[in-house]
């Protein structure tokens, strides 16, 4: 989120909004927590069920803060800005639009019932290979996350892997036209959520999503060995890989052994066989592995390195 200025959100945050104090500051990136603030942030105040956070306002220029999204009025404070806008959460998706139409380096999108947070730590490590990595910090992958996640992205990155979660309807869709993923991987379909979203398949349809926003030309990794996802073909325009451990997976994990609660494997994708050891722990962290190894092993990255800003 370099060299965004107050304008420019306005702008992003629709036409009905507003703002009082001066409009060519500059903002470093997005932040929803008031502990958290670093020099430069525009803070966005979540109103909660207990707590709103527009209260916390003073506090964060404080600390720092740049300026601030409020939907409930207020004044300049010291010259600082104060965004005025209907609806602080779809500003701040707005905002993080805004980040993503910035970037200009590929980005990997990681959803699943579970493995995310794993799968992402082993596409990073295999691309930090190559490539400077941004990944998802913690666990900000959700309707909120995402956008603080894309505004932490500098133009140092060469690329970035963005962890992204769902727990109801629709949630998927907002998240994946925001980020607009060049590739995207999904771990699994599972229970979880399905108090939410009733069946398996209904999970499926949402996590599809992730499609949501792609360019033609993209990628959709699936796990082959799950019941659901070896069924499905990614939408047009859009190529469908498969990985896992089955025999009609492109990416395929043969001869599994443990050896020390460590799996082992030879990875296979056409004639190709390369014998491959685990680091951490678990057999089902083969079909994690799979996820990365493709990209790091056997296909070269289909996007050029960017050039810097």
């Known amino acids: 989120m370099e060299h965004i200025t107050v304008n420019e959100i306005v702008t992003a945050t629709g036409r009905t909004a507003a703002w009082r104090g001066t409009g060519d500051v500059e903002v470093s990136r997005l932040s929803i927590d008031s502990r958290d603030i670093e020099g430069g942030d525009l803070f966005v105040p979540l109103i909660g069920e207990k707590v709103d956070a527009h209260r916390f306002i003073p506090q964060v220029f404080e600390k720092g803060a740049a300026a601030t999204l409020t939907s409930r009025g207020g004044e300049t404070d010291g010259g600082h800005p104060w965004i005025l806008v209907d609806d602080t959460v779809k500003a701040l998706q707005a905002v993080g639009s805004l980040c993503r139409d910035r970037l200009t380096i590929p980005l990997v999108g990681v959803t699943g019932s579970v493995g995310k947070t794993t799968t992402r730590e082993m596409i990073s490590a295999a691309l930090s290979a190559g490539f400077r990595v941004f990944k998802t910090p913690k666990n900000n992958n959700g309707q909120l996350g995402v956008p603080v996640t894309l505004s932490k992205i500098t133009g140092d990155d060469e690329i970035a892997v963005i962890e992204m979660g769902m727990s109801m309807p629709g949630e998927m869709e ?39 926003g792609m360019k033609e030309g993209g990628t ?32 395929r994990a043969e001869d599994v052994r ?6 082992s494997f030879t990875a296979v ?41």
């Open 258 to 263: 443990m050896e020390d609660g460590f799996a």
């Open 174 to 212: 907002v998240i994946a036209r925001i980020a607009r993923v060049d590739t995207a991987v999904i771990t699994n379909v599972g229970v979880t959520h399905i108090e939410n979203l009733g069946t398996r398949e209904n999970i499926l349809r949402e996590k599809l999503n992730i499609q949501e």
């Open 269 to 309: 994708h056409n004639e190709t066989r390369v014998p491959v050891s685990l680091n951490v722990m678990g057999e089902h962290n083969v079909s994690n592995a799979w996820r990365p190894w493709r990209w790091r092993s056997f296909t070269a990255f289909p996007w050029r390195r960017p050039r810097k800003r």
């Open 220 to 251: 959709l990794l699936l796990n082959g060995d799950n019941d659901l996802l070896k069924t499905v073909t990614a939408r047009p325009g859009i190529r469908t890989l498969f990985f896992g451990t089955g025999g009609g997976n492109d990416y």
